[in-house]
């Protein structure tokens, strides 16, 4: 989980989804189905959201794309671990 604003958070889980929450409206504001193994870590910034996954590649999501197909392609996919990312964080 992390939070992205003062009113939102993202969240990532078992079941292949990555989700940013409207804390102010308890809803959902995005969901993207990643079609990849379990997300282990995450971290986000207003338009990306970068995963860390169990099969220990990064992959980066485009939440400006208007449909959740497109959402759910990776824009940018990193492999440089043979196992399991434990932590990821954004460059400021």
């Keep these: 989980m992390k939070w992205t604003t003062n009113d939102s958070i993202v969240t990532g889980s078992n079941?292949?989804?990555i989700k940013?929450?409207?804390?102010?409206?308890?809803?959902?504001?995005?969901?993207?189905?990643?079609?990849?193994?379990t997300i282990t870590c995450l971290d986000s910034t207003s338009s990306?959201?970068?995963g860390g996954f169990e099969?220990?590649?990064v992959r980066v999501f485009d939440l400006r794309k208007?449909?959740?197909?497109a959402?759910?392609?990776?824009?940018q996919?990193?492999?440089?671990?043979d196992k399991w990312v434990s932590?990821?964080?954004t460059n400021p």
């Design 77 to 81: 996919t990193y492999v440089a671990h």
């Design 71 to 75: 959402r759910s392609s990776a824009v």
């Design 66 to 69: 208007s449909s959740s197909s």
């Design 55 to 57: 099969d220990g590649v």
């Design 48 to 50: 990306y959201v970068f």
């Design 15 to 17: 079941d292949h989804q």
């Design 87 to 89: 932590q990821i964080r």
């Design 20 to 37: 940013v929450y409207d804390v102010t409206k308890l809803a959902v504001q995005e969901s993207v189905f990643t079609n990849h193994k």
